[in-house]
T-cell receptor
Framework: AAGVIQSPRHLIKEKRETATLKCYPI?????VYWYQQGPGQDPQFLIS???????DKGSIPDRFSAQQFSDYHSELNMSSLELGDSALYFC?????????FGPGTRLTVL | AQTVTQSQPEMSVQEAETVTLSCTYD???????LFWYKQPPSRQMILVIR??????QNATENRFSVNFQKAAKSFSLKISDSQLGDAAMYFC????????????????FGKGTKLTVNP
C-alpha cells in the first residue's frame, strides 16, 4: 500500500536561511499532521490540516508556516533558521483513526 | 490537557523472553485512542498496536499485547518472545476521539522507553 512520502529526506542549512519541507499523504486522504522531534526527545505536534484548512496548531514558532494544497500535499516553510530547529520533522496521515508516519526529514542547521 | 507518562527510560530483556513497558496517562475525556509506536535506529515511527478506550478487550498483534486499565489510566505493552529486531525506542501516545468530543486528533507522546534486547 502507498505510504506517506516526505521530501527531502535530509536537509542541511545555515543559520538564518529558509527551508521548505514537503509531505505527500496517503493517496486520497485529506488530513496531514506535522511533528518535530528533537534529538533524544519525543515528537511534538506542530500543526495539522484537514481538507486544506488548518485544523489545529501546536507550539509552532511564528517563523514557521504551513499549508495544504488542492492535491492534499502539505509544505512546512521555516524561515530565519536557528540551531535549535535541527530536528527530525515528521508528517503523518490518517486513513482511519490511526496516524501513519512518513520517514521524516532530518534538518540540520549549521 | 492530556499527558502521557512513561516511567521507564530504559529497559532490557533477553532474547526469547517477555518484557512489559509501562505507560500511564491523564485525561478527563471518556473516549480516546491509545497507541504504541516503535522507533528503531532508522528513526521511522512504526505503529505497533492501538486500543480504543470504549473497548474493554485488550488489543493484541502477534507477539505484542496491551493491558489496558481504563479506571487506572494505565496502558502497558507486553512483548512476548522478544527478538533482536524489537530493540528500539517505544513511545506511548494518546489521541482524543475528535469527532465525538471536539478535541484535537493530534498525538500526545510520552518521553519513550529505550528497549535493549540481549542475545
Amino acid at each position: 500500500a502507498a505510504g506517506v512520502i516526505q521530501s527531502p529526506r535530509h536537509l542541511i542549512k545555515e543559520k538564518r536561511e529558509t527551508a521548505t519541507l514537503k509531505c505527500y499523504p496517503i493517496p486520497r486522504h485529506d488530513t496531514v499532521y506535522w511533528y518535530q522531534q528533537g534529538p533524544g526527545q519525543d515528537p511534538q505536534f506542530l500543526i495539522s490540516f484537514y481538507e486544506k484548512m488548518q485544523s489545529d496548531k501546536g507550539s509552532i514558532p511564528d517563523r514557521f508556516s504551513a499549508q495544504q494544497f488542492s492535491d492534499y500535499h502539505s509544505e512546512l516553510n521555516m524561515s530565519s533558521l536557528e540551531l535549535g530547529d535541527s530536528a527530525l520533522y515528521f508528517c503523518a496521515s490518517i486513513p482511519t483513526d490511526t496516524q501513519y508516519f512518513g520517514p521524516g526529514t532530518r534538518l540540520t542547521v549549521l | 490537557a492530556q499527558t502521557v507518562t512513561q516511567s521507564q527510560p530504559e529497559m532490557s530483556v533477553q532474547e526469547a523472553e517477555t518484557v512489559t513497558l509501562s505507560c500511564t496517562y491523564d485525561t478527563s475525556e471518556s473516549d480516546y485512542y491509545l497507541f504504541w509506536y516503535k522507533q528503531p535506529p532508522s528513526r521511522q515511527m512504526i505503529l505497533v498496536i492501538r486500543q480504543e478506550a470504549y473497548k474493554q478487550q485488550n488489543a493484541t498483534e502477534n507477539r505484542f499485547s496491551v493491558n489496558f486499565q481504563k479506571a487506572a489510566k494505565s496502558f502497558s505493552l507486553k512483548i512476548s518472545d522478544s527478538q533482536l529486531g524489537d530493540a528500539a525506542m517505544y513511545f506511548c501516545a494518546y489521541r482524543s476521539a475528535w469527532r465525538t468530543q471536539g478535541g484535537s486528533e493530534k498525538l500526545v507522546f510520552g518521553k519513550g522507553t529505550k528497549l535493549t534486547v540481549n542475545p
